[in-house]
């Protein structure tokens, strides 16, 4: 079983829909939880860190669930630009040390 | 602020060729590197993470005596692939980081084929 399972899709949405993605880890003892973004042939980038009270960043909103070890990522009022594959990435540690990628979940946004 | 600067951005060789890969972090100072790599359609795997002034600590699977890391300044790190084969082809990607609880800042990668 991967560490870090998510639905490698496509997602393809129209502009201004809202997407969800989920992610599921297979660790208990997880303690840091992010969703990255990754464009085609580049480098991730931090998009958000998850929070157990959930958190919101513009479009943006994450939940984390511990109990059923469950993270998921909301975009609201989806934009061309937010085409790209989003990677839940988790660690071990309370800190960024050791990253633990999902394979990513990649979304097409069209006119 | 925080740019990681990874070089060479795209490398084609031929079989048996070492390459090295340069991984700068231009306007921080990174007491950890870390490098990864990602197959085709795979997820980014962490292949060793290495401490300024220190030996690296390789994952389990990599092999410390093929990919050879140096860590010799705060501010650079290089990953040379020794005798690289076909296998070897994949997106090489170094992160960088302040301290323990910082976030990783990664570079743009390196794209290393062997024919």
């Known amino acids: 079983r991967k560490e870090v399972e998510q639905d490698p899709g496509p997602f393809n949405v129209p502009e201004g829909a809202t997407v969800a993605f989920n992610c599921t880890y297979s660790?208990?003892?997880?303690?840091?939880f992010f969703w990255y973004r990754q464009d085609c042939r580049k480098e991730p980038k931090l998009l958000m860190s998850v929070y157990s009270s959930g958190n919101e960043d513009g479009r943006f909103t994450a939940q984390l669930n511990r109990a059923s070890q469950y993270i998921s990522l909301l975009i609201r009022d989806s934009k061309l630009s937010d085409s790209a594959t989003y990677l839940c990435v988790v660690t071990f540690d309370t800190g960024f040390q050791k990253l633990v990628f999902g394979t990513g979940t990649r979304l097409l946004v069209s006119p | 602020g925080a740019v990681v600067s990874q070089h060479p951005s795209r490398v084609i060789c031929k079989s048996g060729t070492s390459v090295k890969i340069e991984c700068r972090s231009l306007?921080?100072?990174?007491?950890?590197m870390f490098w990864y790599r990602q197959f085709p359609k795979q997820s980014l795997m962490l292949m060793a993470t290495?401490?300024?002034?220190?030996?690296?600590?390789?994952e389990q699977g990599v092999e410390k005596d093929k990919f050879l890391i140096n860590h010799a300044s705060l501010t650079l790190s290089t990953l040379t692939v020794t005798s690289a084969h076909p296998e070897d082809s994949s997106f090489y990607i170094c992160?960088?980081?302040?301290?323990?609880?910082?976030?990783?800042?990664f570079g743009d990668g390196t794209r290393l084929s062997i024919l």
């Open positions: 660790n208990s003892a997880s303690q840091s």
């Open positions: 992160s960088a980081q302040t301290g323990g609880r910082q976030p990783q800042h």
């Open positions: 306007d921080f100072q990174a007491t950890t």
């Open positions: 290495s401490n300024e002034g220190s030996k690296a600590t390789y």
